[in-house]
């Protein structure tokens, strides 16, 4: 079955204390992104990666860290958390067709909180 | 400026009735697509639809369909037939395309803050 798979899907942690996200996709896509959800606010785009070795910021980056080694995996690293990290975040990967109609498949999102 | 705008953050509809989510965009890229996600209380993203920008024809896909106004930037979703099941939040989503060196193209996905629809029984 094509999916996206997070882990966790929750987590409690505390302010400080390094924590990864990790994300693995079995639909050979290049493209892979991370994307946060706060109320009011929609989705806002972390960090996303066009192939291996290949990442850029997208709008929120600040506080953030991603790699992309292998294709299939896209962790997302936080390497001090904070209590503003506090969110559902979402993993999502696409191939890169020709165009622009290549939907994006979503994780089933990881509910974080920093206290 | 917002890039994709959803001017309802509620909307209620009666069960069998038909309803339209409002979405707007702001592209200077010829070349772009939208797409409708649905996100039940659960959590999970489900796409629903998709409308290229050079597609003649509404999109449709079951009781889904979308309303493309290329001229006036707008890209509605329509739920035929509402049921107890579509009440969830909806986001508009818009991507443009950027082609690539090898040919394919990408652009990353922008999202609207969405629109949560309650479906009355």
């Known amino acids: 079955e094509a999916q996206v798979t997070q882990n966790p899907r929750y987590l409690i942690t505390v302010t400080g204390k390094k924590l990864t996200v990790t994300c693995s996709q079995n639909?050979?896509?290049?493209?892979m992104s991370w994307y946060r959800q706060d109320p009011g606010l929609g989705l806002r785009q972390i960090y996303y990666s066009m192939n291996v070795e290949v990442t850029d910021k997208g709008d929120v980056p600040e506080g953030y860290k991603v790699s992309r080694k292998e294709k299939r995996n896209f962790p997302l690293i936080l390497e001090s958390p904070s209590p503003n990290q506090t969110s559902l975040y979402f993993c999502?990967?696409?191939?890169?067709?020709?165009?622009?109609?290549?939907?994006?498949?979503f994780g089933d999102g990881t509910r974080l909180s920093i206290l | 400026a917002q890039k994709i705008t959803q001017t309802q953050p509620g909307m209620f509809v009666q069960e069998k009735e038909a309803v339209t989510l409002d979405c707007t965009y702001d592209?200077?890229?010829?070349?772009?697509?939208l797409f409708w996600y649905k996100q039940p209380s659960s959590g999970e993203m489900i796409f629903l639809i998709y409308?290229?920008?050079?597609?003649?024809q509404n999109a449709t896909e079951g009781r889904y369909s979308l309303n493309f106004q290329k001229a006036r930037k707008s890209a509605n979703l329509v739920i035929s037939a509402s049921q107890l099941g579509d009440s969830a939040m909806y986001f508009c989503?818009?991507?443009?395309?950027?082609?690539?060196?090898?040919?394919?193209?990408?652009?990353?996905?922008?999202f609207g803050k969405g629109t949560k629809l309650s479906v009355k029984p």
């Open positions: 639909m050979n896509h290049e493209y």
């Open positions: 999502a990967s696409s191939a890169t067709g020709v165009g622009s109609n290549q939907p994006q498949h």
């Open positions: 989503a818009m991507r443009e395309a950027k082609r690539l060196n090898y040919g394919g193209s990408q652009g990353n996905l922008i």
């Open positions: 592209t200077s890229d010829p070349s772009y697509g």
């Open positions: 409308q290229g920008s050079y597609d003649q």
